[in-house]
């Protein structure tokens, strides 16, 4: 019980800003275990992406509607001048 407690007091002054390092991975694995804290690695790494599949061709029209704009910018600066 000593040791949870010194885990939760780590936790807390991490999370509150008096404490700039995290609690160490022993300190983590007894809050897991009580159930104060838990390790879901989906949410930490972002859950938008599932297949982590870049579309090669939605990044091309991306680059060439980028491209587009660029260049009707330029014309419509120049034609102002």
Avoid: C, H, N
Wanted: hydrophobic share 30%; charged share 40%; aromatic share 4%.
């Amino acid at each position: 019980m000593k040791e949870f407690t010194k885990a939760k007091k780590q936790l807390d002054d991490y999370t509150s800003g008096v404490r700039k390092s995290k609690p160490g991975k022993a300190m983590l694995d007894i809050l897991e275990s009580q159930g104060v804290i838990s390790k879901i690695e989906d949410e930490i790494k972002g859950g938008g992406k599932k297949s982590e599949k870049i579309s090669r061709i939605k990044k091309a029209q991306k680059w060439t509607d980028f491209s587009k704009g660029v260049v009707e910018d330029g014309m419509e600066l120049g034609q102002k001048d």
